[in-house]
C-alpha cells in the first residue's frame, strides 16, 4: 500500500537515502532540505528547498506548502554537528545546534499535526552521542545537548501523540559514513537507511517513544 512520507535533511546523506528507499518501494515522497541537488531531484516526488527547520519563518512556508496533505510517516532527519572543545566554546554556534537539531524537529512535528492522522509516524533521527548514561568521551558539548533535548522531546511528543493514534520512534542511525562525520563509518547512508525503515515499519503504539539503534537494540538514555 502506498503512502506519503515527509523526510528533513533529504538533499544528502540519510535523508538522500530515506528518499530513495521510500521511492523505490512506490511511495510518494517529499523531500524537505534548504538547498537541493540532482539527486533529490531526481527522487522525491515533491522537493520543497530553501527550508531551514532552525528558521521559523522558513517552517511556516513548509506548513503552507504542505497544507490539506496527509503525511503517513514524517521523517525529522535535519541536523547539524559542530564540534566545540571546552575552553573554546562559541556559545552562538551552540544555540545553532539547539535551533536545529531539537527546536527544529519539534517544530516541525507539531507545525505539521494537522497533516498527521491516526495510525501515522513520526522518525526522530538523533544519535546516541545525546544519551547521557552512553557518554564516555565527553566533548561536543552543542550536539550532546542539542539531542539529548531532542531524545527528551521525543518521550514527550510519543506519549501526547499515542491518544491520538500516533507512534513516535527515536532512532540512533548508527556510525554512518556521511559529509557530517568525514564521510568514515561502519555503515554507508543506503545500509542505515534500510536499517532505519525496518525500525520505523516495526513501529507501533505498543513501542512508541523507544529509543532505538537502528539495529534494533534498545538504547540508554
Known amino acids: 500500500m502506498s503512502s506519503t512520507v515527509l523526510i528533513t535533511g533529504a538533499n544528502r546523506g ?3 537515502s530515506l528518499c ?3 521511492k523505490n518501494l512506490g511511495h510518494k515522497v517529499y523531500g524537505v532540505c534548504r538547498s537541493s541537488t540532482p539527486q533529490l531531484e531526481q527522487t522525491a516526488d515533491v522537493v520543497l528547498d530553501g527550508i531551514d527547520i532552525g528558521k521559523a519563518e522558513d517552517c511556516r512556508q513548509l506548513f ?3 497544507s490539506g496533505v496527509t503525511i503517513d510517516v514524517l521523517v525529522n532527519n535535519a541536523g547539524i ?4 572543545t571546552l575552553g573554546q566554546i562559541d556559545f552562538d554556534i551552540l544555540e545553532q545546534q539547539f535551533q536545529v537539531n531539537a527546536m527544529g524537529a519539534l517544530r516541525v512535528t507539531e507545525g505539521l499535526l494537522d497533516n498527521l492522522g491516526k ?3 513520526v522518525a526522530i533521527i538523533t544519535s546516541r552521542m545525546g544519551s547521557i548514561a552512553d557518554n564516555g568521551s565527553g566533548g561536543s558539548y552543542g550536539y ?3 539531542k539529548a533535548a531532542l531524545n527528551a522531546a521525543g518521550k514527550s511528543l510519543a506519549l501526547d501523540l499515542k491518544p491520538k493514534g500516533i507512534a513516535v520512534a527515536i532512532l540512533h542511525p548508527g556510525l ?9 563509518g561502519d555503515l554507508t547512508p543506503d545500509q542505515a537507511a534500510k536499517q532505519l525503515a525496518d525500525r520505523i515499519e516495526a513501529l507501533d ?3 512508541s517513544g523507544t529509543f532505538w539503534h537502528s539495529n534494533g537494540d534498545i538504547l540508554p538514555w
Do not use: D, P
Request: glycine share 16%; hydrophobic share 35%.
Open 144 to 146: 550532546r545537548m542539542s
Open 205 to 207: 503504539l505498543s513501542n
Open 119 to 121: 495510525g501515522a509516524k
Open 176 to 184: 554512518v559514513g556521511t559529509e557530517m562525520i568525514g564521510g568514515k
Open 14 to 16: 540519510i535523508g538522500l
Open 81 to 84: 554537528l559542530i564540534n566545540q
Open 64 to 66: 503552507q506548502e504542505m
Open 20 to 22: 530513495q528507499y521510500y
